[in-house]
């Protein structure tokens, strides 16, 4: 069975600060690996990685994926307020499904 | 920019009753889910559904979870005899072919 997990599960930080979100694989066939942000109610898309894109930037998150080591991270810098989000990795099985880990609860603090 | 929607955003009923919800996903997209997220847990998968059909579906999703796409634009999850365990908050999703899965903002539900 696929398997998603993600560290830490809580983070607490100051705004300004870097933070580096941790995702780490078990799937049998390795299609994508993508993240997502959930604020109050739907997950919104953040980043796809697949063997052919293994590093995606959009101002200040950026995301890599290790496909050696079976891992990806999301990197925020100069956090906000704004930031403060669940964020979710899934494992993406083409068409199908999406395995999510637990996420992780990024709060920024002023 | 298009979105998913579902309605209603909270529905509350009452253990053994049957509920619908609704879902109108991308105008474009082929490819149609349902998950749910119990209070504190992780986001689950219960179905896809493709060209009209059911196309995967998890251990979750037994013989009380049926999913329809009566016309082009809806797509509906009804469970039949809802228990208590049920009350999760409910996304829909859709996507393309080969890109990300949009999400609907959720409908919460509540079985007392």
């Known amino acids: 069975e696929d398997k998603v997990v993600q560290s830490p599960l809580s983070l607490v930080v100051h705004e300004g600060d870097t933070v580096t979100l941790n995702c780490s694989y078990e799937v049998t066939n390795f299609r994508s690996l993508l993240w997502y942000k959930q604020e109050k109610k739907a997950p919104t898309f953040l980043f796809m990685l697949t063997s052919s894109g293994i590093e995606k930037k959009s101002g200040r998150l950026s995301s890599i994926l290790d496909k050696k080591e079976l891992f990806s991270i999301l990197n925020i810098t100069a956090t906000q307020t704004g930031d403060s989000a669940i964020y979710l990795c899934a494992h993406g099985q083409g068409a199908q499904k999406l395995v999510f880990g637990q996420g992780t609860r990024l709060t920024i603090n002023p | 920019e298009p979105e998913v929607t579902q309605t209603p955003s909270h529905q509350v009923t009452q253990m053994g009753q049957e509920v619908i919800l609704r879902c109108v996903p991308i105008s474009n997209h082929l490819y149609f889910y349902w998950y749910r997220q119990i209070l504190g847990q992780k986001v689950e998968f219960l179905v896809s559904?493709?060209?009209?059909?059911?196309?995967?579906k998890s251990e979750i999703f037994d013989d009380q979870f049926s999913v329809e796409r009566p016309d082009g634009s809806n797509f509906t999850l009804k469970i039949r005899s809802t228990k208590l365990e049920d009350s999760a908050m409910y996304f829909c999703?859709?996507?393309?072919?080969?890109?990300?899965?949009?999400f609907g903002p959720g409908t919460r539900l509540t079985v007392t």
């Open positions: 559904f493709y060209n009209n059909e059911i196309s995967e």
């Open positions: 999703a859709s996507k393309e072919i080969l890109y990300e899965q949009y």
